[in-house]
């Protein structure tokens, strides 16, 4: 499973590498928001005229789920889709009427799936792009950005740790996260059994009697992933997979910091890592083969390490 399931992540992230190589910012940027008037058309149409497919009708029956199987997964994809929509819009002037319909279009379907991490993801990569345009006015819009920006992240802080239960109760849901600490709990003891390799890549759920059985017995459902990319990683990969891992997303968002300044990176490429890095929290995005929000990850990461060795 794990030679298998290899070859299709290294043809996932051929794509996106080839996107990175092919395209400069703005026509990488016009070629992703394209492409997501396919994926918004699509969903819009499942969920309308095909409801019993482009909704969900157990676990979280009306909730939107469209070209997917999840509703998560829809409302994941979607917030993505809002900051490359808005930020095109910004990027190409003479499309911005077609860009600004995608990225409202996008919205509605975050709300259709319900998801609140899609809803908390898209509104962070629109804040971050106005960041973004808001720091370019001038040295002193600069350090009132950043200082605005170190308030709001001491006093969200503060709130997760001393009072999580106000974030949670605010957003109507409870402190398991829809029973995702349930899953993380059940799934942790077992990164022990195999700590620095791990179980393979993408194998720890495969077997029905292998380990993933005593984690679906102690959440009471056919549950297929850690919904944290980190976990996930751990239980695949152990914590060698884990560090290479985060090296290299340090190494990106420190990219992506630098390229904030600049007239096309700066407006999404900063806003799409930062929503990247809110959803390994919790979903298993990473490293995912054939998934949509991992390629758009290398094609982000492998366009700043380009721009990065031409300046060098």
């Known amino acids: 499973a794990t ?3 290899s070859v299709w992540l290294a043809l996932s992230m051929a794509f ?3 996107l990175a190589w092919r395209h400069d910012w703005k026509s990488l ?7 997501f008037i396919v994926l918004i058309a699509g969903s819009f149409e499942l969920g309308l005229l095909a409801p019993s497919i ?4 157990f676990e979280h029956p009306g909730a939107w789920s469209g070209l997917w199987t999840h509703k998560n997964t829809l409302g994941g994809v979607m ?6 929509c808005a930020a095109a819009a910004i990027v190409t002037p003479e499309r911005r009427k077609l860009w600004i319909g995608c990225a409202i279009a996008a919205f509605a379907l975050v709300l259709l799936s319900t998801s609140m991490t899609a809803l908390i993801a898209s509104l962070l990569g629109l804040g971050v792009i106005g960041f973004c345009m808001f720091v370019r006015r001038g040295p002193v819009q600069m350090i009132t950005a950043f200082a605005a920006a170190g308030v709001l992240l001491v006093a969200g802080a503060g709130i997760v740790l001393l009072a999580p239960d106000l974030i949670v109760a605010a957003l109507g849901r409870d402190l398991t996260l829809t029973g995702r600490t349930d899953i993380w709990e059940a799934s942790a003891r077992f990164v022990e059994a195999k700590p620095w390799l791990g179980h393979g890549y993408y194998a720890f759920w495969l077997p029905d009697n292998g380990p993933a059985y005593w984690v679906r017995e102690a959440v009471a459902w056919q549950v297929a ?5 980190w976990l996930e990683l751990a239980l695949g990969l152990g914590r060698l997979g884990v560090v290479l891992f985060a090296l290299q997303l340090l190494a990106t968002l420190g990219r992506g910091v630098g390229a904030a300044m600049q007239p096309q990176a700066g407006l999404w490429a900063p806003a799409f890592l930062a ?3 809110l ?20 094609a982000v990461a492998a366009r700043l390490a380009l721009d990065a060795r031409q300046t060098s």
């Open 29 to 35: 940027l016009n070629v992703l928001a394209s492409a």
């Open 3 to 5: 030679l298998r399931r």
């Open 16 to 18: 996106g590498l080839y």
């Open 54 to 57: 482009g909704r969900m009708t």
């Open 79 to 84: 917030a993505l889709g809002v900051a490359i």
């Open 279 to 298: 959803y390994t929290l919790s979903e298993s995005h990473a490293l995912q083969a054939n998934n949509i929000i991992w390629i758009i990850y290398v």
């Open 275 to 277: 929503t990247f890095a």
């Open 225 to 229: 992933s850690a919904h944290s990319s």
